[in-house]
């Protein structure tokens, strides 16, 4: 069955530092996405990335990068140089092309709060 | 901003009532899709619509149905409300077909509380 399992419930770092949001996942698809959403205390769901299973590649984007790894079905994201602005739930999820008959339907894990402190 | 929007921002009413949420997606999404977040189940897929037709449905109740209108806004219908529903409704819409691979872009969530 398809899963995705953030075990972190809470993060709290202090500006500047360097933290990663652990995100694994379970499918039996060989075809699948991952993605990556902020929720910032408005509420509203940012899209960060999207992964598809054959790519490997690493991916940075700014302060932001993402490490894909099939081998341990992990997909983690790492914020360098946090800022307050940083702080947000962020939520890793999961879409499969075949499980799910090729729908937009995304699985999230529970989300990780990260808090940024000055 | 995401492009999507969703009315009202905040709902409250009582048990047993029954409440229509709206989402006006994206110029140009032809897909649109309901989730629930809400703290013991989390964020959770209702059901997707693309153009028009339902295409994919998760854990959504038989209280609850949706729809998606020729100018593409969807609304999803709450009937019988219980305590247990209170929770953040999301719409999200997407471009091309809404497969598996297409980026959601979310609207800023309708708040229901059940009182």
């Known amino acids: 069955a398809q899963k995705v399992t953030q075990a972190q419930t809470e993060i709290s770092v202090v500006e500047k530092e360097d933290v990663t949001l652990d995100c694994v996942y379970e499918t039996r698809d060989t075809t699948y996405y991952l993605f990556w959403y902020k929720q910032p205390p408005s509420g509203e769901l940012v899209f960060l990335i999207r992964?598809?299973?054959?790519?490997?590649q690493n991916e940075i984007s700014g302060r932001y990068s993402w490490n894909f790894q099939k081998s341990t079905s992990s997909f983690n994201f790492t914020i360098t140089a946090s800022q307050v602005v940083d702080s947000a739930v962020y939520f890793c999820a999961l879409s499969e092309a075949h499980g799910s008959g090729n729908t937009g339907k995304l699985i999230f894990g529970q989300g990780t709060t990260l808090q940024v402190k000055p | 901003d995401s492009g999507v929007t969703q009315t009202p921002k905040h709902l409250i009413t009582a048990t047993g009532q029954r409440v229509t949420l709206r989402c006006s997606p994206r110029?140009?999404?032809?897909?649109v899709y309901w989730y629930q977040q809400s703290l013991d189940q989390g964020l959770q897929f209702l059901i997707q619509y693309y153009n028009g037709e339902e295409r994919a449905k998760g854990n959504i109740l038989e209280r609850f149905s949706a729809q998606q209108f020729p100018d593409l806004h969807s609304e999803l219908n709450l009937s019988s409300l219980e305590l247990g529903d209170s929770a953040l409704y999301f719409c999200a819409s997407s471009p091309s077909g809404g497969s598996a691979r297409d980026e959601q872009y979310f609207g800023p969530g309708t708040r229901l509380t059940v009182t």
């Open positions: 992964r598809n299973s054959f790519d490997e």
């Open positions: 110029s140009g999404d032809l897909s």
